[in-house]
């Protein structure tokens, strides 16, 4: 089982940037891929984006972010991080990290953070 702890969330205002991180323990971390959720107020969890292992190292994004938020990982630090960018109202949520989804992300693993909170003001 992976312990993943979330960081960075925050209040910012539309247009602002946001850089949130992830912290994984307890297995190899370099094995799994990785990937952000999030669950505005009153809506299902969803996929944000993914990130695999090995080089070259593959990412997959829901349309909604592409071309403003960045997913990476540092292996030797067991950490990745969702570099977030012209942040807009409807980017309002709860962000998860989440160990070893499958389909690019669209099918998350078994193991997520306790999320942290991302509000960005009109």
């Known amino acids: 089982q992976v312990q993943l702890v979330e960081s960075g969330g925050g209040l910012v205002q539309s247009g602002g940037s946001l850089i949130l991180s992830c912290r994984a323990s307890?297995?190899?971390?370099?094995?799994?891929?990785m990937g952000w959720y999030r669950q505005a107020p009153g809506k299902q969890r969803e996929f944000v984006a993914y990130?695999?292992?090995?080089?070259?190292?593959?990412?997959n994004y829901v349309d909604a972010v592409k071309g403003r938020f960045i997913i990476s990982r540092d292996d030797a630090q067991g950490a990745a991080y969702l570099e977030m960018k012209n942040l807009k109202p409807e980017d309002t949520a709860v962000y998860y990290c989440?160990?070893?989804?499958?389909?690019?992300?669209?099918?998350?693993?078994?193991?997520w953070g306790q999320g942290t909170t991302v509000t960005v003001s009109s």
């Open positions: 307890g297995s190899i971390f370099s094995n799994k891929p």
């Open positions: 989440n160990s070893g989804p499958r389909n690019m992300g669209y099918l998350p693993g078994p193991d």
């Open positions: 990130i695999g292992t090995g080089i070259p190292v593959s990412t």
